[in-house]
């Protein structure tokens, strides 16, 4: 596995910023019934949180785009062109999920909530939109995950020990595309949402370690660091068994020596 400490620190930073990102998101009132007085109370006590989480999910996505232009060139190299040619597109549509999803809460980044109520309660209102927008955002890092999960399986880029919980994330993901079936109630096709929701970023750090400390994978025929390298197998000076058939004793190597017996 060749390493490529850009797209490493690609990796690590947009999965890293993503957690905080999810992490950071403080539960409030149900929108549908919150108060402009219960929102300026959420905003004094959740301000702080609900700021972070905006600017940590920002950087992520340009973290992502970036990794996407990072993973086509690495993964080309590394011969995994299916991959190459998948990842960049489930890793932009990620990103832009995210852009989107913290756009629709920014409002509720201002310190200032002095308008009139039902703005407020508008502007909090949107806060189902960007729920469902970061729930989307499950389903295509999972895409990621998966993708990426197939080089690595392969050994084209990533080491395979990625491949199987990478695809269980993946899974996990296909499957929360259809918990919007359920409707406001939370069912067991909530779980598979819960799992991609919060182990793909956790999926997409580990691999950007191994993409920071793996080995890289010398090219076949290339020159050792030491010299080339003698292509014969046994050296001349090893005495090599004598065929004898009939008695009679089969030529002998010109290398080798033997002496008369008395």
Known sequence: MHTNRPAAAAAVAAGGLTVLCLSQLPDGPKEA???AGQVRAFVAVHGDSVRLSLASGALAAVALLVLAVLLRRHLTRAGAELSAQLAPPAAAATALLLLVGCALRSPLAREDLSGHDAVVQGWYALGDAADGVLDLSAVTGGLLVGVLSVAAWNRRGLPRGLAVP????AAAGLLSALTP???PTEGLLHLPLVVSYVLWP???VVAGVFLAVGRTARRVGAP?????VDPTPVSAGVLAPIAVSTG??????AAVSVRSIG
Not at 166 to 169: D, E, M, S
Not at 224 to 228: I, L, N, R, V, W
Not at 248 to 253: I, L, M, Q, R
């Open 33 to 35: 019934d919150a108060s």
């Open 181 to 183: 079936l359920e409707g």
């Open 202 to 204: 956790v999926w997409l």
């Open 248 to 253: 009679s004793v089969g030529p002998v190597p």
């Open 166 to 169: 990478g695809a269980v994330i």
């Open 224 to 228: 050792s660091p030491a010299g080339p």
